[in-house]
């Protein structure tokens, strides 16, 4: 069973930085980290969960809701069956649980029915 943890998740200022980290474990034999693309989800207060961020299986493709777009970087290290999400110039608007996904393979997707696994989420709030 293909297991998520996302960490880093906190309070900050608006205008802070928070870099969110997601390890993923238990992948059957045979099947490698980088085998998957990888994505961040959000849901808000009050809404419904939304795409924020994707990357495909080596990281050499991202894709980016536009509300975010020159403040948030999604990079993966294969090495540390690892996926990060690098947030800048936070707006009070950010404020929601963060999850991370596994695809069902190594392209990525902003559909939530394109991933199988999910963290259980880590809360990000942005005080304005």
């Known amino acids: 069973q293909v297991q998520l943890v996302e960490s880093g998740g906190g309070l900050v200022q608006a205008g802070g930085s928070l870099r969110l980290s997601c390890a993923a474990s238990g992948l059957t034999s045979g099947r490698t980290f980088s085998m998957y693309a990888m994505a961040w989800f959000r849901q808000g207060p009050g809404k419904e969960r939304e795409f924020v961020a994707s990357i495909n299986w080596s990281g050499s493709n991202t894709y980016y809701v536009d509300s975010v777009k020159g403040r948030f970087t999604i990079s993966r290290d294969n090495a540390k069956n690892t996926v990060y999400l690098q947030m800048n110039s936070l707006k009070h608007e950010d404020t929601a649980v963060y999850y991370c996904?596994?695809?069902?393979?190594?392209?990525?997707?902003?559909?939530?029915?394109?991933?199988?696994?999910w963290g259980p989420g880590t809360q990000v709030t942005v005080s304005s």
């Open positions: 996904a596994v695809a069902r393979g190594p392209i990525d997707s902003s559909l939530q029915i394109d991933y199988t696994y």
